[in-house]
């Protein structure tokens, strides 16, 4: 079998196209020499393991021998994971949306030799379709553009640069709106509320993405507002996803997003980090409300991602494919006579409930989904037995199916590990166990990071991705924010300081090789790295948080905890950077909309001390807060300004300082909860 350079990656994307008869190179130095001395333009094609319309351009053109033969002979050829690259797809998906107005995956990016974009897309069927050129135009187009028009291409290619350089953000401290306090959450409120779908949950129209950050944003209106509208909107918009086909009923666990508005038919990849913000969202959302069914649901997802995205290491997997056996979806979905077959007398039950019919509500099949909820489904449906009887029979009719459905084979694992998507998870995992006290969420959270901070760590400073013992390439901005984020909220639930002395050392690194002084937010590249034709900054609140929002909310927090006054500054001139960004544009601007609340209402410092304190600590992190500084010892630790002069004899005491004013101690979680209603 015909093999490429890819066959010695260890990303599942990479290895896919390794036996391409495609000349496939990685990114790097081979095959950068190779075009500079054959003086070809260089394909950059980028996509990812679970990535539906990525496998399917590989089936038609990357395994055609013949369209493999042009590709071979008059280009040099690249493969780039996007999730083990993302600062590679920053650049290059930039420069496409600036050539054609769109973009999406796969991405190919046409470059001079000197790794500058001149022409690029994203999917190009085999024979023109679609309003789009075949690839073969595409491939002959360039070819000939590149051989006789050799000077206005690199005149564009270098124009193109030049674009993408000037409209790096280049915003200075002081240049956006000033402070306004309160007023500027009531705008973003009213902004986001636009753009609320009131009758399906979520925001915008299809295709429909969770926007965690918003509900979070929502979540927090009410906390500090009393708002039910915003309540109202964000259970809605969780209601909605958890009953929907965006959620595995069988398995736990969403998908990726919806097609539709209504959030039955999802794109079928499984992604880590959509769950993990899930997770963390629903967290929140059980604390303010005491839902029953988002415990139930942080539960199903956890296990879920313990059963099929947990190694044996203790790291979490990246992904799951959109398909199986050459479909998208078929490994979800159902017909009826398969129900019946499997579950007997409990199908017709099973098949109301979930929306099971003859002919099915997609492509002939069935994605299982909730049209009532369990109250209302009882009362109307007819069938026998309490609410509780008839979950129950549900609950073990999903236990029967998944059995069986473990028997199909199974979506493509995305095998690798990467560094900022295991931290949001063991982010979600401290967030759980807050919500829901399930002591196995800790420990997971526990052996995660343990993993991590062997696995990924380079010196000073971390890798980004790992698999199979080995961690390459450096780790980006967004790795380090969500890691230390990770870390802090690991050590108020442990109470293992150790955490923090790391978070701050890393912290400190990152200052020093993301920092940019002139437009007050980090680089999404550390200083050092020397392979990119471009160091991005990059702000979007997108599908993941960005790097800079969550660092502004790890200054915050560590300024407090070491005293550290001028990250505290850095974070404010980060916020006002964007300040009218976060207003206009709230739905991607979501995480940095929750960093300006917390800068409007301060910051609580909470510090538990005392010889048995885990009790009182435990039902502190229970109660939603969500701009708390949480700190706990059983002994005087010196190096923590925050643990200075308390008393640690006594079973145990509770310090509350709000907005630089400390209330007295008290010694019971009642005592603690009249302080925060003050």
């Avoid at 350089?165 to 401290?173: D, E, G, I, R, T």
């Avoid at 980006?476 to 639930?493: G, H, S």
């Avoid at 739905?587 to 940095?592: I, K, M």
């Amino acid at each position: 079998m015909h093999s490429n350079r890819l066959i010695n990656e260890t990303s599942p994307y990479l290895l896919q196209h390794a036996h391409n008869p495609v000349d496939w190179y990685p990114w790097g130095e081979e095959a950068w020499e190779k075009a500079r001395k054959q003086n070809k333009p260089i394909l950059v094609s980028i996509g990812y393991a679970a990535c539906h319309w990525c496998h399917v351009m590989e089936r038609e053109s990357f395994e055609d021998p013949e369209v493999a033969a042009v590709m071979n002979q008059h280009f040099v050829n690249i493969k780039i994971d996007r999730e083990e690259r993302p600062d590679l797809d920053h650049i290059y998906m930039d420069a496409v949306q600036v050539m054609t107005g769109s973009g999406g995956w796969p991405l190919n990016v046409f470059l001079t030799p000197d790794a500058k974009p001149f022409y690029g897309g994203t999917y190009f069927p085999p024979k023109k379709a679609f309003n789009r050129p075949s690839w073969s135009d595409v491939l002959y187009g360039v070819m000939h553009a590149f051989a006789e028009q050799r000077q206005e291409v690199l005149m564009q290619a270098n124009g193109l640069t030049e674009h993408l350089q000037k409209n790096n953000l280049s915003a200075k401290p002081g240049t956006a709106i000033p402070d306004p306090g309160e007023e500027m959450l009531h705008l973003i409120f009213s902004n986001l509320m636009q753009s609320a779908d009131k009758a399906e949950g979520g925001f915008g129209r299809a295709p429909k993405f969770p926007q965690t950050f918003s509900i979070q944003y929502l979540l927090r209106y009410y906390h500090y507002y009393k708002n039910q509208e915003a309540l109202d909107q964000a259970c809605l918009s969780l209601d909605k996803m958890i009953y929907g086909g965006i959620y595995d009923q069988v398995g736990g666990g969403f998908a990726r997003y919806s097609t539709d508005a209504r959030w039955l038919v999802p794109h079928f990849e499984k992604m880590l980090y959509d769950n993990a913000l899930l997770v963390t969202t629903l967290s929140e959302a059980y604390q303010i409300t005491g839902f029953k069914r988002y415990a139930v649901c942080i539960d199903e997802t956890m296990a879920f991602i313990e059963r099929e995205l947990l190694s044996p290491e203790g790291g979490f997997y990246a992904a799951l494919d959109a398909d199986s056996e050459g479909e998208e979806g078929k490994y979800y979905v159902w017909t009826k006579s398969e129900i019946e077959q499997l579950l007997g007398a409990d199908a017709a039950l099973f098949c109301a409930y979930y929306d099971v019919t003859d002919s099915g509500n997609w492509e002939g099949k069935n994605i299982l989904n909730v049209t009532k909820p369990p109250e209302a489904f009882t009362t109307s449906s007819g069938f026998a037995g309490t609410v509780e009887d008839q979950q129950a029979r549900l609950k073990e009719a999903r236990r029967i199916l998944l059995e069986a459905r473990q028997q199909r084979k199974p979506p493509l694992l995305d095998d690798k590990l990467l560094l900022g998507w295991n931290a949001l998870m063991n982010t979600a995992c401290s967030k759980a166990w807050m919500a829901t006290g399930n002591e196995r969420y800790r420990k997971l959270a526990v052996r995660n990071m343990d993993f991590l901070l062997g696995a990924f760590a380079d010196g000073e400073g971390f890798r980004h991705s790992y698999k199979n013992g080995l961690a390459k390439q450096v780790a980006f901005v967004d790795d380090y924010a969500f890691l230390i984020q990770a870390l802090i909220r690991l050590q108020e639930i442990t109470g293992n300081h150790d955490y923090l002395t790391r978070a701050g050392l890393i912290t400190a690194y990152v200052l020093g090789g993301f920092w940019d002084e002139e437009s007050a937010v980090f680089f999404f590249t550390h200083q050092d790295q020397q392979d990119v034709i471009m160091r991005k900054r990059d702000l979007y609140d997108g599908a993941l948080p960005s790097g800079n929002s969550v660092m502004a909310g790890n200054l915050v927090y560590l300024s407090h905890v070491f005293d550290k006054r001028d990250w505290q500054e850095k974070a404010n001139q980060s916020l006002d950077a964007v300040a009218d960004l976060v207003v206009r544009y709230p739905g991607s601007f979501g995480n940095w909309a929750m960093q300006w609340m917390t800068r409007a209402f301060g910051v609580d410092e909470i510090v538990v001390t005392g010889t048995n304190f885990n009790e009182i600590l435990t039902g502190i992190l229970h109660i939603f807060n969500p701009a708390a500084v949480v700190q706990s010892s059983s002994v005087p630790l010196e190096k923590f300004p925050l643990l200075h002069s308390k008393q640690y004899t006594i079973p145990a005491l509770v310090y509350l300082c709000s907005n630089n004013v400390c209330q007295p101690a008290v010694d019971r979680l009642d005592s603690y909860m009249q302080l925060i209603k003050k």
